[in-house]
Nanobody, 118 residues
Framework: QVQLVESGGGLVQPGGSLRLSCAAS????????MGWYRQAPGKQRELVAA???????NYADSVKGRFTISRDNAKNTVYLQMNNLKPEDTAVYYC????????????WGQGTQVTVSS
């Protein structure tokens, strides 16, 4: 059974940092593109960052230079390091997994809340 479990969210002041983790099970992790998405109330879910099995990364313009996505295949985990957080970053953050060959969506995590507020 495929499972993605996010952790690391919480309440942080503007300018602060958080590190999100997504632990995967039930897939051959190294063969999947992993992504972080977020959804704020009343808004559509949007791509934040993605990383391929080969380590190539992609970021939304709004987070470029502040967020870093990485993966540890030995731990079946993808991370999102978030620095210089802004109130606009407030959202539920989700990870997902897509098979590298077909780009077929395999799973979504349940999400972790990130709130940036003074």
């Amino acid at each position: 059974q495929v499972q993605l479990v996010e952790s690391g969210g919480g309440l942080v002041q503007p300018g602060g940092s958080l590190r999100l983790s997504c632990a995967a099970s039930g897939i051959i992790f190294s063969t999947y593109v992993m992504g972080w998405y977020r959804q704020a109330p009343g808004k559509q879910r949007e791509l934040v960052a993605a990383i391929t099995s080969g380590g190539s990364t992609n970021y939304a313009d709004s987070v470029k230079g502040r967020f870093t996505i990485s993966r540890d295949n030995a731990k079946n985990t993808v991370y999102l390091q978030m620095n210089n957080l802004k109130p606009e970053d407030t959202a539920v953050y989700y990870c997902n997994a897509r098979f590298s060959i077909s780009n077929t969506l395999r799973a979504w995590g349940q999400g972790t809340q990130v709130t940036v507020s003074s």
